[in-house]
């Protein structure tokens, strides 16, 4: 097999979850667990852990969040030593995930080197982390945040899994297991190829192949295979994130002049070359002027930019776009078959993460982003009746907007639900 497509092939894999998961109420049939490290037993089955309440937290060594994680659930493991199994699953190598673990005397969870992706082919974590509740009747009882991995919800799945019964199968009346929940990939190659070039910028696996791809596409296959908004969208939202987190992760002193970095015509894509602007401002919004609050297109767009182009502006793609900062919106793995349901998640998480709401003096500060663009939120009045749509502020009380800094502080590989 040649080099080159074993990336991909495990690249493909990754890319294709971000479909229906697993999901609450739904029942795991047993499949062998067949390499697990830091354990008493090399190999064992699914069904051996799940002999008490069962915590499957994947896990990547590169992922904050998820080694911010740990002592949390090493804490977890120790105080319900009797009651629950915490089971860590990663798709990295056998030998750094061992390198990560001798570095850490406290570390004494059991991690799943998940070679064959079964655990990821059942559950299909849309990103890191990702954690799901299994109790002993096999139901899956939540998929929580690391925030509500605590001690009350301990006890509340604890007793659930007590008065849940035997079995439960999932709205399709089967029990789920890693044969049946089939990967499916985007139908649109490109789409992919975005995806694939995102989890090799997600992971630090060689992206050259990726680049070269993209160079090597015709204006003619990018117009033929990106008609509609959703796989431009798709498409683009992916390069964007990927490109922004290749760059910077070599040359991190470019965001030092951010404006040249966002600027720089330094992505060659089917012989056209295009800047980070060009992909926001151009394509996704539809040529618009960057610094005129969304209220001014340009006057002579280009042929290339009104070939590629979203028909039109969706206000969305700003909690989906990550520039590398520290303000900016988590990064996901967009599919044009899904998309709209994928934008409305991370605006959902994005805005109640962000957005305060003062009740006494009745104000609301929002995100910078819905400042600099505000036109493309339809003005403040379209930013509050969104807010009262999410039941983010109370229905009928107009708060006072006002908006907040923005932290450009470098963050990368900022991967999240």
């Known amino acids: 097999m040649k080099k080159w497509l074993i990336p991909i092939l495990m690249i493909w894999s990754y890319a294709s979850r971000a479909q229906q998961v697993a999901g609450i109420g739904a029942a795991v049939g047993d499949f ?162 975005s995806q694939d070039f995102m989890y090799a910028a997600k992971t630090g696996d060689e992206t050259a192949d990726f680049v070269k791809q993209l160079q090597q596409l015709s204006m003619d296959e990018l117009e033929r295979q990106l008609k509609s908004d959703d796989e431009k969208k798709a498409f683009w939202i992916n390069l964007y994130n990927a490109y922004t987190q290749v760059s910077l992760k070599k040359n991190p002193d470019q965001y030092k002049t951010r404006g040249r970095f966002f600027g720089s015509k330094q992505i060659d894509i089917a012989g056209k070359k295009f800047s980070l602007d060009d992909i926001e401002h151009g394509i996704l919004r539809r040529s618009k002027i960057k610094w005129s609050l969304g209220h001014l297109n340009k006057l002579f767009p280009g042929r290339t930019e009104k070939a590629l182009r979203v028909d039109k502006l969706d206000y969305r793609l700003h909690f989906a776009l990550n520039c590398g900062a520290k303000s900016c919106p988590p990064i996901a793995f967009y599919r044009s078959e899904n998309i709209n349901q994928q934008l409305d998640l991370a605006m959902n998480a994005y805005l109640k993460s962000e957005v305060e709401y003062d009740e006494r003096n009745n104000t609301v500060r929002l995100p910078a982003i819905m400042n600099w663009f505000r036109r493309d939120f339809g003005g403040k009045r379209k930013m509050i009746r969104l807010l009262e749509q999410l039941s983010i502020i109370p229905a009928g009380k107009s708060p006072k907007i006002k908006f907040k800094k923005y932290d450009w502080t470098i963050y990368l590989q900022n991967y999240k639900s």
């Open 32 to 193: 062998p667990v067949k390499k697990i490290i830091n354990y008493s037993t090399p190999s064992s089955t699914f069904s051996q852990f799940n002999t008490k309440l069962l915590i499957v937290d994947f896990f990547g060594t590169w992922c904050v969040p998820c080694v911010k994680a740990l002592p949390h659930l090493t804490t977890l493991q120790a105080t319900y030593k009797d009651k629950i199994n915490i089971l860590l699953v990663s798709e990295e190598a056998q030998t750094k995930l061992e390198r990560f673990i001798k570095k850490r005397d406290a570390f004494t969870l059991p991690v799943v080197v998940d070679e064959e992706k079964k655990f990821i082919s059942l559950f299909q974590p849309p990103s890191y982390p990702y954690t799901v509740v299994i109790g002993r009747n096999n139901k899956i009882l939540a998929i929580p945040s690391q925030e509500e991995l605590t001690v009350e919800n301990m006890e509340k799945w604890l007793k659930e899994q007590d008065a849940g019964g035997s079995k439960i199968t999932s709205e399709a009346g089967s029990v789920l297991s890693p044969v049946t929940n089939s990967m499916t990939t985007s139908a649109n190659k490109l789409v992919q190829l």
